[in-house]
């Protein structure tokens, strides 16, 4: 069975401009959740999407904000980028909410210059 | 408040057993994971264990939680160069959703000849 897929795996992007990550969920799953990764703040939550809806957010301004197909695949989105926003985000599927594991797939990269 | 805590760095030899420790502050937690990142991908899940088991145990791997003390532990036995990676542990605040983890920020095991 496939892994979680992201995509691009990196980017590069300029200050101002805005920015859409992709993401496939394992087969079957419908729970897909945002992660940041840097190396001040470590992993930190961003948000997760449950039958096309989301269902918890984290502290994170409204520049970041996501959403979910029928087909569970997600999407997030990053506008006015700054400096600060370059990290590894990290996507993440489990069958459902709060019963089974979170499944990371390998990120995107995202560089701010 | 939310807060996971682990040693930031362990050297063992090869061929000997690696202890990873954590500490967590959220008694509520119902799933506690451990997960290995190596340079340059995404987090791989290693195990986890539900808030009601004292251990688990896979191949090499053990876990060990001890609730009162909100301590658990990561054992690798016939710790190989190959298991050289950053190991993160993570809860799930019930207040927080299932699905928000909260990492901590990772020990990186180094494994020398």
Known sequence: ?113 | GEDVEQSLFLSVREGDSSVINCTYTDSSSTYLYWYKQEPGAGLQLLTYIFSNMDMKQDQRLTVLLNKKDKHLSLRIADTQTGDSAIYFCAETPLSGGYNKLIFGAGTRLAVHP
């Open chain 1, 1 to 113: 069975k496939a892994g979680v897929t992201q995509t691009p795996r990196y980017l590069i992007k300029t200050r101002g401009q805005q920015v859409t990550l992709s993401c496939s969920p394992i087969s079957g799953h419908r729970s897909v959740s945002w992660y940041q990764q840097t190396p001040g703040q470590g992993l930190q939550f961003l948000f997760e999407y449950f039958s096309e809806t989301q269902r918890n957010k984290g502290n994170f301004p409204g520049r970041f904000s996501g959403r979910q197909f029928s087909n569970s695949r997600s999407e997030m989105n990053v506008s006015t980028l700054e400096l600060g926003d370059s990290a590894l985000y990290l996507c993440a599927s489990s069958l459902r909410t709060g019963e089974s594991p979170l499944h990371f797939g390998n990120g995107t990269r995202l560089t701010v210059t």
